[in-house]
C-alpha cells in the first residue's frame, strides 16, 4: 500500500548548522512530493516540492533531493536559525486518480539550539 | 492574499453530537481538501472536492461527510461523534485538482469529544 515513512523521529542541531531530514517513500507510483513545517498550534506551511522528473531542487536555504531508485527523498536546511524548529514532513501523492490526496510521512521533530 | 481560513478553531462535543467544521480556501482556489491529524495515525487524507463535486475520498466511515458550495467554500460533518475522532481537522486548498497541485493549509480546527 501507499506509506512514506520517516528515518529519524527527531533531530537536534546547533543554530548555524546545516540539517538533512529524511524520508522514504514506498510507492513507485508517487510524481509529487512536498516538504511541510509544522509549527505547534499551526497548520502545516509549504516549503518546497519536487516532481519526480527532477532530482534536485532548490529554494531560499532549502534544498530537496529526490532519488526515485532507492525511494528517498530528503531536505537539506542550510545555516539553521532557532525559527526553523518545528516538525517536518514529506507528502507524496500517487499518481492515478489520487487527485489531491497527499499521503504524508509521520513527521521529524528538528530542534535548533542557540 | 488572504491564506486559508478555518472556523471554529476549537471547539468541544460530547459522544453522539455531530459537528460541521467551515473552510474558506485562498482567493481564486477551486480545490478543497480535509485531513485529520493524531498523535497516533499522523496526517490522514479524508476528501477532496473540486467543483462542488468529492475527487477523492479517504478511507474513512460514513460518518465523515463534506460538500462544496460554488464559491468553493467547504464543509465537513461528522455525526455520532466518538472519542477516537478528537483530531486537529486541517483544511487545504489548491488552485485546481490535481497529481501536482501544490496544497496550502489552514490552522486547523481542534476538536474535542468528552
Known amino acids: 500500500g501507499e506509506s512514506v515513512g520517516l528515518h529519524l523521529p527527531t533531530l537536534s542541531v546547533q543554530e548555524g548548522d546545516n540539517s538533512i531530514i529524511n524520508c522514504a517513500y514506498s510507492?513507485?507510483?508517487?510524481?509529487?512530493f512536498i516538504w511541510y513545517k509544522q509549527e505547534s498550534g499551526k497548520g502545516p506551511q509549504f516549503i518546497i516540492d519536487?516532481?519526480?522528473?527532477?532530482d534536485k531542487r532548490q529554494g531560499q536555504r532549502v534544498t530537496v533531493l529526490l532519488n526515485k531508485t532507492v525511494k528517498h527523498l530528503s531536505l537539506q536546511i542550510a545555516a539553521t536559525q532557532p525559527g526553523d524548529s518545528a516538525v517536518y514532513f514529506c507528502?507524496?501523492?500517487?499518481?492515478?486518480?489520487?487527485?489531491?490526496?497527499?499521503?504524508f510521512g509521520q513527521g521529524t521533530i528538528l530542534t535548533v539550539h542557540p | 492574499k488572504a491564506g486559508v481560513t478555518q472556523t471554529p478553531r476549537y471547539l468541544i462535543k460530547t459522544r453522539g453530537q455531530q459537528v460541521t467544521l467551515s473552510c474558506s480556501p485562498i482567493?481564486?482556489?477551486?480545490?478543497v481538501s480535509w485531513y485529520q491529524q493524531t498523535p497516533g495515525q499522523g496526517l490522514q487524507f479524508l476528501f477532496e472536492?473540486?467543483?462542488?463535486?468529492?475527487?477523492n475520498k479517504g478511507n474513512f466511515p460514513g460518518r465523515f461527510s463534506g460538500r462544496q458550495f460554488s464559491n468553493s467554500r467547504s464543509e465537513m460533518n461528522v455525526s455520532t461523534l466518538e472519542l477516537g475522532d478528537s483530531a486537529l481537522y486541517l483544511c487545504?486548498?489548491?488552485?485546481?485538482?490535481?497529481?501536482?497541485?501544490?496544497?496550502?493549509f489552514g490552522p486547523g480546527t481542534r476538536l474535542l469529544v468528552l
Open positions: 507528502a507524496e501523492n500517487a499518481g492515478g486518480t489520487s487527485y489531491g490526496k497527499l499521503t
Open positions: 482567493s481564486g482556489h477551486r480545490s
Open positions: 510507492n513507485s507510483a508517487s510524481d509529487y
Open positions: 487545504a486548498s489548491s488552485l485546481l485538482s490535481g497529481r501536482s497541485e501544490t496544497q496550502y
Open positions: 519536487i516532481r519526480s522528473n527532477m
Open positions: 472536492y473540486f467543483s462542488e463535486t468529492q475527487r
